[in-house]
């Protein structure tokens, strides 16, 4: 069974770079054919597509974030880490991961609330 846990700051500064971290077990991340995925969803709004990293290593962007978003990995330990900068008040959300080889995703982690607040 593979499990996703998201972890990282619930509560970040105006200006600040947001990180978190998704900790899988139960799979690698370096198995075949899957992305592991940042998803957000805004208070009142939908899901929000980030981007993703793959098996590969390869990293793709939502165009609307690109360049404030970085998605990288660490084999060793398992787990692929988002960084979002300059945050503001609209970067308020329940940021998820999830994972699959394709979508929908087969597995999602339960989320976390990040907070963008002074």
């Known amino acids: 069974q593979v499990q996703l846990q998201e972890s990282g700051p619930g509560l970040v500064k105006p200006s600040q770079t947001l990180s978190l971290t998704c900790t899988v077990s139960g799979a690698s991340i370096t198995t075949n054919y899957y992305s592991w995925n940042w998803i957000r969803q805004p208070p009142g709004k939908g899901l929000e597509w980030m981007g993703d990293?793959?098996?590969?290593?390869?990293?793709y962007y939502s165009p609307s974030l690109k360049s404030r978003t970085s998605i990288s990995r660490d084999t060793a330990k398992n787990h692929v880490t988002l960084q979002l900068s300059s945050v503001t008040p609209e970067d308020t959300a329940v940021y998820y991961c999830?994972?699959?080889?394709?979508?929908?995703?087969?597995?999602w982690g339960q989320g976390i609330q990040v907070t963008v607040s002074s």
């Open positions: 999830a994972t699959g080889p394709g979508s929908p995703y087969d597995y």
């Open positions: 990293i793959y098996y590969s290593g390869s990293t």
